[in-house]
């Protein structure tokens, strides 16, 4: 008679139950099939609800703000799915970019009108959420499929369930790499730039009216009063002389006065002292015109590109201006320096604070041309300050695009 090791006295026959004896993985990838199923039911409902309604309420005015909540859940799918990866499949994944509104027009202030719609077009356009929706449309086959041959495995042919697992896994494996990985990168660079270049073609747009302003309002009503003025001066010169030299004096009055305002005018298009002297002597010169003490540091060992310079001038010009306005302060600083290939200006005064982005003084306007260029622009402005801002640009070499 055969003794079992179960069975000291000898009075089973039978031999040890089989036990499983599958490595932990194993299991994980065992789990992670069956979970497929009630997961990617989860996400079918879901996407096949949002996408559904939200096409069939798109006539009326709630339908796009609803498919672009409907798209924000499915990036929370999304999320979801790569955290089941990473702990069952060991599959790491990264974490696609923050979505980022982007404006596509200017309106009355300064990158404002474009909010409500800018936000709308980077939610119905995001790549992310769609690669979402078309991983759980194809998903719910999938999962039915893993899920009856798991289970049945379990119970049927468990000693090759291993190696069906792994097979079965990896499917799923290049799914969540192919859908829900942050390979849009590039696609969402390319969607960025076409924003971009809409922000700065409207800025382009903008600078051209507010010069064909200028020299309608100023310099040529000055130049049209001048014309009057002599012609009035020709008529008198022989009837009175006296009167005629007083109108010649107040003309070249006036010219001295339309002179200036063309000089200004082509100081704001690009200052002479930038092209020739740099940044240094430039921000000095806006500095000696500011309203409170500036204190300008430039540690520049050579030039940047003289688009690049030019933005950086403006920019510290527009900041001094909202110092002057706005800050209420006694003292201000500029500090402009290079760190490996980006340009940064920091410009910090120590008034009232509480700038916002959107508080009407053009933040927001420059924040969208330093995007534009691939720059960054961060405001910190506690309330009762100090305030301080940092821009920061490419570099790019002088004499390079």
């Known amino acids: 008679m055969t003794v079992s090791f ?184 390319i969607a960025e730039l076409e924003s971009d270049r809409g922000v700065v073609v409207d800025t382009a747009a903008a600078d051209l009216r507010r010069i064909e302003r200028d020299l309608h309002d100023g310099a040529q009503a000055r130049l049209v009063a001048l014309a009057m003025g002599l012609g009035l001066a020709k008529e008198k010169l022989l009837e009175d002389p006296d009167a005629a030299a007083v109108m010649v004096d107040e003309a070249h009055g006036e010219v001295k006065l339309a002179l200036q305002e063309l000089r200004d005018l082509a100081r704001g298009i690009h200052p002479a002292i930038l092209t020739d002297r740099g940044l240094d002597a430039a921000l000095s010169s806006i500095a000696s015109r500011c309203t409170v003490p500036v204190k300008v540091t430039v540690d520049l060992a050579e030039r940047p590109a003289a688009a690049i310079e030019g933005i950086a001038y403006f920019t510290a010009s527009e900041l001094l201006q909202n110092v002057s306005k706005h800050s209420a302060a006694r003292t201000a600083s500029v500090d402009v320096w290079r760190s490996q290939e980006r340009l940064l200006i920091q410009v910090t005064d120590d008034g009232r604070g509480g700038a916002t982005l959107d508080g009407g003084t053009g933040m927001s306007g420059l924040a969208e041309r330093l995007g534009a260029v691939d720059g960054l622009f961060v405001l910190d402005s506690p309330v009762g300050g100090p305030t301080t801002v940092t821009a920061e640009l490419p570099w790019r070499r002088r004499g390079t695009a």
């Open 6 to 189: 179960d069975d000291p006295g000898g009075k089973n026959d039978r031999p040890p139950p089989v036990r499983f004896a599958f490595e932990r993985q194993t299991w994980k990838e065992i789990a992670h099939l069956l979970a497929n199923l009630p997961s990617s039911l989860v996400g079918f409902v879901y996407v096949v609800f949002t996408v559904s309604t939200g096409a069939g309420l798109s006539v009326t005015v709630i339908g796009l703000p609803w498919l672009v909540l409907g798209l924000s859940g499915a990036r929370l799918l999304g999320r979801g799915e790569r955290a089941r990866a990473r702990k069952l499949l060991g599959l790491r994944i990264d974490e696609p970019s923050r979505l980022v509104a982007r404006g596509r027009g200017r309106g009355p202030g300064p990158g404002q009108s474009g909010g409500f719609f800018a936000r709308l077009w980077t939610g119905l356009s995001d790549p992310v959420a769609w690669r979402t929706v078309l991983y759980e449309f194809i998903r719910l086959p999938w999962s039915v499929v893993t899920f009856s041959v798991t289970l049945v495995g379990l119970f049927v042919f468990w000693p090759v369930l291993p190696f069906v697992a792994r097979g079965l896994t990896n499917v799923d494996r290049a799914m969540v790499r192919g859908l829900l990985s942050p390979s849009d990168e590039l696609e969402r660079r």
